[in-house]
């Protein structure tokens, strides 16, 4: 439910210009943003920071934490999972701060390559992998998995994952992405599937449910050669970044992206993170990420105003 009352059914900002689903206002949020997916990581990533001057959950389950790191203002933001999170995450983002907004994505992943747990994969391009609701509206006489891509239209129809095209991250950034995250470990670049979902969209199998996914990670692969894993929020982060555009298109994207994802999941050996390992990950890729961010904005030029954010009256770098 709102906390406070909304101004608008459109554009749903309260009367003291918080958004709905993040719940946060102007000068709350920094220009430069690590997102992660559990809340309770980015509170460990919290300690990464030097000072820290704004924490709040809003109702719906995003965690936002803005401090100082190197000096400047960063934002460290919990999401959850899914598109529909990082689509409420991005749009609300951009419209409480000024100036150009830089979002890393620290993420868990399954590994469809070499990656193994554990490993750092470094998205340079990801595509959409989403269930096609329409081919379970009849259900079949026999058992059915995926078949080859044809170029009949009612032949895709009955195809029952539809494939969206890879959308490239922002080349700079991830360059600054991938330079920091290999001082400290080996990196695994590539293109990232990003499924709608956690099971049937990215193989998993199920009993209970009709999925038809028996042959989904062999047409992952054979669509994109250079996949190295599977998640679900990169594509919807790099798709909103590529049209920041403005209404009209007309516009410079004001929104750079890029994504570094820890193996979780390793797909191929079967292999799951050991708790430890994963934590100690997170926190040794999350300093080379801010430290990416601060490299690709090393100043406040041009950026959101000091003047009644919370980080008003710092001796900024």
């Known amino acids: 439910m709102p906390t406070e009352q909304m101004t608008s059914a459109n554009l749903p900002l309260s009367s003291s210009g918080r958004t709905y689903h993040v719940e946060t206002r102007p000068g709350e949020m920094s220009n430069r943003i690590l ?5 309770t990581r980015a509170q460990l990533l919290s300690s990464l920071l030097t000072k820290e001057f704004f924490r709040h959950t809003s109702p719906r389950g995003f965690l936002t934490i803005t401090g100082l ?11 959850g999972m899914g598109l529909s999170m990082m689509d409420f995450f991005v749009r609300e983002t951009r419209l409480v701060v000024q100036g150009p907004l830089a979002i890393v994505r620290l993420g868990s992943c399954g590994s469809l390559g070499a990656a193994g747990t554990g490993d750092l994969v ?44 890879a959308v490239q991250a922002d080349e700079r950034l991830t360059g600054l992405v991938k330079q920091e995250l290999q001082e400290v470990a080996e990196v ?25 996914n028996d042959g989904l990670l062999d047409e992952v692969r054979r669509r994109h050669p250079d996949v190295m894993a599977l998640e679900m ?17 007309q516009q410079a994207p004001s929104v750079s992206a890029a994504c570094a994802l820890v193996v979780f999941a390793d797909r191929q050996g079967n292999r799951f993170i050991s708790p430890e390992d994963s934590q100690q990950k997170m926190l040794l890729a999350a300093r ?18 000091s003047a009644g954010s919370v980080w008003e009256g710092e001796n900024l770098g």
């Open 122 to 165: 470094v998205a340079e391009s990801a595509f959409g992998i989403g269930r096609n609701f329409d081919y379970f509206t009849e259900m079949p006489t026999t058992t059915t998995t995926i078949t080859a891509t044809t170029s009949d239209e009612e032949e895709k129809k009955r195809e029952p994952y539809l494939f969206w095209a």
């Open 233 to 249: 929020e990169s594509h919807m982060l790099f798709h909103l970044a590529k049209v920041s555009t403005g209404k009209d298109n």
């Open 288 to 305: 080379a990420l801010l430290d990416a961010l601060v490299e690709y904005m090393p100043t406040q030029d041009g950026l959101h105003p």
């Open 69 to 79: 790191y190197r000096n400047v203002p960063v934002t460290i933001v919990a999401i």
């Open 35 to 39: 997102t992660v997916g559990d809340p």
């Open 188 to 212: 695994f670049p590539g293109s990232v599937g990003n499924a709608d979902g956690f099971y049937a969209s990215q193989g998993r199998p199920a009993d209970a449910f009709w999925d038809a």
